[in-house]
């Protein structure tokens, strides 16, 4: 079978559909992994819990340890169990959220590690403290230290939506698997998959190059 480009052409305005709902997914699931992610880091320095500690270390352990298809099966499958019928899309934000929480926890733990201690001592002895101090001082230092591997966790998170095609989430995998079992030229419909993947988690590199160039440049 000769490779037909012209497969391709008639596939692109599907699956550049199928890319806006892989982009909805992956944006709406790193947002919520970020804030789950940030107020377990605050909730972390601020409790100094034995028990909230360990409750998160499991859960760190739990989701680090096994991989992301389970994890989608379980809030898939299990969660009607109790009544909790989410349907397909909403399954996925919840799993792609849990799992990427638990590994942007550690990185904006590595990210908090690298600002001074003296910062929250001086913001203190200025009377700034609890709401104020992590919003205006130790979150931007925060955030700033942790660009590059938030950015390798959004392009991993954008690789991970392919796997909500097992849960019929229709984004660009599960289209491109629409397409093919139609025309039966996958060859040609996963080769314009593979560009289109490729094309999105090279402009989020990029960008967060240009970013982090900017903010190099304003600290300096």
Known sequence: MKFDISYIIDALPRLFEGALITLQVAILGFCLSLILATTITIARTSLNSKIFNTIIAFYISFI????????????????????????????????????????????????????????????????????????????????????????NEFTMVLKATALLSVITVVELMRVSQQIYSANYHPVEVLSATFVIYFLMCFVVSRSSAILENKLKVKRA
């Open 64 to 151: 680090r340890g096994t991989p992301l298809l389970v994890q989608i099966f379980l809030i898939y499958y299990v969660l009607p169990v109790f009544g909790l019928n989410l349907g397909p899309f909403s399954s996925g934000i919840i799993a792609i959220t849990l799992n990427s929480a638990a590994f942007v926890t550690e990185i904006l733990r590595g990210g908090l590690a690298s600002v001074p201690n003296g910062q929250f001592e001086a913001a203190k002895s200025l009377g700034v403290s609890g709401v104020a101090l992590w919003r205006k001082i130790i979150l931007p230092q925060t955030f700033i230290a942790s660009i590059p591997p938030l950015v």
